[in-house]
């Protein structure tokens, strides 16, 4: 580590000088606390007595290497303000913590040798590839049966979680964030841990294995990246040296809305501890990308446009994206972000802020709200729909039904359509149909696969035995084909080219029809919806030169648990009439006469 960089804020590898770092001779230990008083190791090694720790570098850095302390032994830095009362802080740098409500660093052993090379030279940041992303919380996808442990370890749950990847046809995992953290409820994103796995699901050569093996299968893993705040614990971050060194001194800005301490994006040594932090999961663990959670806390002061911007802390995601794409640059980089703030998915050197993908969260919410709505006033909300692809080339965007639309009274995805039970399911397969169909990149989080019920809750297992019911089986059959399709046709990848996408009827205000084009140099695809509750007898849309179709899905067929079998389809003068049933969308395959 050049210590110059670190104070300037262009470290990306403190992790490779801070920390403990094991060897068969014993371990070294190193911290940095520039206004400590002084600085002691404790640990299982010591019988947790104080082995004084020696200044180093500029005096602002303290290392001591101890030869009795081994791979998982338990150690925390025993850390002496100006006025000499201590505290005893877990590692900032550690890669291992005791399960909660134990607090403190482990030792771990780093060596794993990767079998992932063949998968790192084709891996691709998927700009015109299908990139359809499985969100999940790693504690509550699957319990273990096991009385001593609820969680299975990142080892165990792999070839489960692999299995049912490959079965429901995805091509990208999202772990919702892995760091160590306290409280369960946070679901990791209140953190003390940042270059901690946490324990609650093993250790980081477990974790290695776990992306090793997704790699071998030809599954990307995403991991969820928190440099915006960390928890207020204080055996952690907060205060770490005596002062607030990773925080704020001001409260008005030092807290934000979720209680946790903001980093001050302002001093390097901060921007050279996050972006480093960011760095080890890609370059460590071999993650395919991160995505970067509420970027509005980091453009915005507290998140609020009222208060203007942070211009240290868009300098700080600037030169962070910027370098980890030198870095990684098949990785992604996506950013979690509410604002209208312009040029997120440029280029650094064009003047953005240098991420691959964008939520698309305006999508999100209108899509939703419109199927929230009762049919009879769908009609004055018909350009919800339609408004998402006035902004589409704005930036490229990733379409999210993430863990956020499932929790805190918004209900599941399944339950949000308007109407009653039987009414739900048919909306919610068009729903599907669209977002498959609709530019931009693909997320769904856990639980929606199967037509889940209930809202997410971190402490219980997805509710699998739903598939027993034939509504569940049929939902989860659907959601298998449309995703296997998206896979495979390229005019459903190619979402940023202007020429992509092309609305066929955009007009059909008063009967809730959507019809467009999605369109590739190998095939071009026709995809049409109603989303009234009504069936539309004789549609015509029109289709210009094609002269013929194949009908690749429909949401309403019998096996899906709709109630077609097949339809009569006319294609005459340039234009296609068919009945469309109510709460419905097709999907064809289009094509032109032979010369």
């Not at 301490?261 to 001093?267: E, L, P």
Request: charged content about 25%; aromatic content about 16%.
């Amino acid at each position: 580590m050049d210590i110059s960089n670190f104070y300037n804020g262009n470290s990306f590898d403190i992790y490779e000088y801070l920390g403990a770092h094991s060897t068969a001779e014993g371990t070294i230990f190193r911290t940095y606390a520039p206004n400590a008083l002084k600085v002691s190791l404790v640990g299982d090694f010591s019988d947790w007595q104080e082995i004084p720790m020696n200044p180093v570098n500029d005096g602002r850095f303290y290392e001591i290497f101890v030869s009795e302390a081994k791979s998982g032994m338990r150690y925390k830095f025993r850390i002496y303000d100006k006025n000499g009362k201590y505290l005893d802080h877990c590692d900032p740098c550690g890669f291992g913590c005791e399960l909660r409500p134990n607090t403190c660093s482990v030792i771990r052993n780093m060596e794993y040798n990767f079998s992932d090379s063949e998968w790192l030279k084709k891996r691709t940041d998927c700009h015109d590839r299908p990139l359809n992303i499985y969100e999940i919380h790693l504690g509550s996808w699957k319990k273990t049966e096991n009385s001593s442990c609820e969680w299975y370890n990142y080892a165990e749950i792999a070839d489960k979680l692999i299995s049912h990847i490959k079965e429901n046809v995805y091509n990208y995992i999202e772990i919702m964030p892995l760091s160590e953290h306290p409280c369960d409820e946070s679901w990791g994103y209140q953190i003390t841990g940042f270059f901690s796995p946490t324990s609650r699901y093993g250790t980081a050569v477990q974790l290695m294995e776990l992306i090793d093996k997704c790699h071998m299968n030809g599954i990307g893993v995403i991991i969820d990246f928190v440099p915006v705040h960390f928890a207020v614990n204080d055996y952690a971050l907060a205060k770490y040296d005596g002062t607030p060194l990773f925080e704020y001194s001001s409260d008005d800005i030092g807290y934000n809305e979720w209680g946790s301490r903001n980093f001050n994006h302002a001093k390097g040594e901060v921007r050279s501890f996050l972006q480093s932090a960011a760095n080890y999961w890609l370059d460590v663990y071999h993650f395919d990308g991160i995505r970067v959670d509420a970027v509005r806390n980091l453009i915005y002061w507290q998140g609020d446009e009222k208060r203007g911007i942070n211009t240290r802390a868009i300098e700080f995601l600037r030169n962070m994206n910027s370098e980890l794409k030198k870095r990684h640059p098949t990785a992604i980089i996506a950013a979690e972000d509410s604002t209208a703030y312009p040029k997120i998915t440029e280029s650094v050197e064009k003047g953005g802020l240098g991420f691959d993908y964008k939520w698309d969260m305006g999508w999100m919410h209108d899509t939703l709200e419109y199927f929230q709505t009762s049919p009879m006033y769908r009609t004055k909300d018909y350009h919800k729909l339609t408004f998402s692809m006035a902004y589409f080339y704005n930036e490229r965007f990733i379409l999210p039904f993430s863990h956020d639309e499932v929790v805190h009274g918004k209900t599941a995805i399944v339950q949000k359509m308007n109407g009653g039970y039987e009414e739900k399911f048919p909306q919610a397969r068009s729903l599907y149909l669209y977002m498959i169909a609709h530019p931009g990149k693909k997320l769904n989080f856990m639980g929606n696969e199967i037509g889940q019920l209930r809202e997410w809750d971190e402490k219980r297992q997805q509710d699998w035995d739903l598939l027993e019911y034939p509504v569940h089986h049929s939902f989860n059959g659907f959601i298998k084909a449309i995703n296997r399709i998206y896979l495979q046709y390229d005019a459903l990848h190619r979402d940023f080219e202007r020429d992509n996408f092309q609305w066929a009827d955009c007009d059909s205000t008063e009967d809730c029809i959507y019809a467009f084009f999605r369109k590739s140099s190998n095939s071009d695809i026709l995809a049409v919806f109603n989303f009234s509750d009504w069936e539309k007898l004789d549609y015509t849309v029109k289709i210009g030169e094609y002269s013929n179709t194949e009908l690749l899905i429909d949401s309403d067929w019998e096996q899906f648990g709709g109630k077609s079998q097949e339809i009569e389809v006319n294609i005459r003068d340039g234009k296609l009439t068919m009945d469309m049933p109510s709460y419905s969308g097709k999907i064809f395959i289009l094509k032109k006469d032979a010369m």
